[in-house]
């Protein structure tokens, strides 16, 4: 099947500005189901509210827009009731991590079975540029005119802390790995984050002098250093720093460990004991 | 095998994204800022293009030849 059979044609061009690095991620997400031979019948795509959350829009599966922040908490309804489906939730960096941060840290904690991409342009660009939990400290936006003051989340090491399985970082410019590294996160059982660093220039880049989308994107190549697994967990297993600190954000896959998922783990902890007890065959659940 | 390089014009929104990482310069706007293969010739199919657009306005078309 072509990329764009995977579209809802008829609501293309997308809504997204000239140059969004959210319509990269939209293409490199329909190139890993390409790759992965999915059925549109079996992914379901929760979305919250944003630039970012647009993107369930234009996929042609199962898809629901949701609460802002909340969508991983429809995802893990939808999952319990259906684990069958392959469940992916598209978040920006302020649903996932300002509205929806509890979601996410308890989702990523219970481990269950969701593919969680938190499209990363380091600001609110919908409602016009405000500063978000991962905007850089000292960035620009129109509710920080002097500058942000809070210090930003750090998504590796947050998800790390907060238990999640399968853990990467990448950006529109590696678009290939994008690929790759959604490809595995969507095969992966448990709980999987793929951060990608994604240009907004409309907002962001205005307002922080970064230049055209171009010059976005030139900026992620040139400011990210590549790991790769044996150098991800460091000497004293704080993901997302090098040891010998090399010069810019660390990209590639983080994480990737077996852990009991959340959906099986209810099945035999609870519906199997719970049933048996139903049927007389034991005393207590 | 034939290649081409598809252009959706009524997709596409002369981001420029492409032009930049061509790495053969084979792509340009045109004068209502729609990126065109203007040296399809250079072309080594490489697909930068194609999976950088944010529009999915580019597609590098692979058939066999009858």
């Not at chain 1, 827009?65 to 429809?74: D, I, M, S, V």
């Not at chain 1, 009731?81 to 300002?98: C, F």
């Not at chain 1, 044996?230 to 090399?246: H, I, V, Y």
Request: hydrophobic content about 40%.
């Amino acid at each position: 099947m072509a990329v764009t059979d995977y579209l809802r044609r008829r609501f293309m061009p997308h809504i997204w500005c000239p140059g969004c690095g959210h319509g990269i991620v939209l293409n490199s997400l329909l190139r890993a189901i390409e790759k992965l031979e999915l059925e549109k019948n079996d992914i379901v795509m929760i979305s919250g509210i944003g630039c970012s959350a647009r993107i369930q829009g234009y996929v042609d599966f199962h898809t629901m827009h949701t609460l802002h922040g909340r969508a991983l908490a429809f995802a893990t309804g939808i999952k319990m009731a259906w684990p069958l489906l392959k469940v992916i939730v598209p978040m920006g960096d302020g649903d996932a991590l300002a509205i929806g941060g509890n979601h996410f840290i308890h989702a990523a904690r219970r481990n269950i079975d969701v593919t969680a991409i938190i499209m990363n342009n380091s600001i609110y660009g919908m409602t016009g540029g405000q500063h978000s939990p991962l905007t850089p400290c000292g960035d620009q936006a129109t509710t920080a005119p002097y500058g942000t003051v809070d210090s930003p989340f750090d998504v590796v090491r947050l998800a790390s802390a907060a238990g999640a399985s399968f853990i990467a970082r990448t950006t529109t410019y590696h678009a290939r790995e994008m690929t790759r590294l959604l490809a595995a996160a969507i095969e992966h059982r448990g709980f999987s984050v793929v951060e990608v660093l994604s240009q907004c220039p409309t907002y962001y880049g205005r307002k922080n002098d970064a230049g055209d989308a171009v010059a976005m994107m030139e900026g992620f190549r040139d400011g990210t250093v590549r790991i790769d697994r044996k150098t991800a967990e460091t000497s004293d297993g704080d993901p997302g720093r090098l040891d010998g600190e090399a010069a810019g954000t660390p990209i590639g896959l983080f994480r990737r460990e077996e852990r009991p998922e959340y959906c099986e783990a209810y099945r035999r902890r609870v519906v199997e004991p719970a049933m048996a007890a139903g049927r007389g065959e034991s005393e207590t659940p | 095998m034939e290649r081409r390089i598809e252009v959706n014009r009524n997709w596409c929104k002369g981001c420029r994204i492409c032009v930049a990482f061509c790495p053969k310069n084979v792509l340009e706007l045109d004068r209502k800022g729609t990126v065109v293969a203007a040296r399809p010739g250079d072309c080594i199919w490489c697909g930068d293009c194609e999976i950088r657009c944010p529009d999915l306005a580019i597609t590098i078309v692979r058939e066999a030849a009858s």
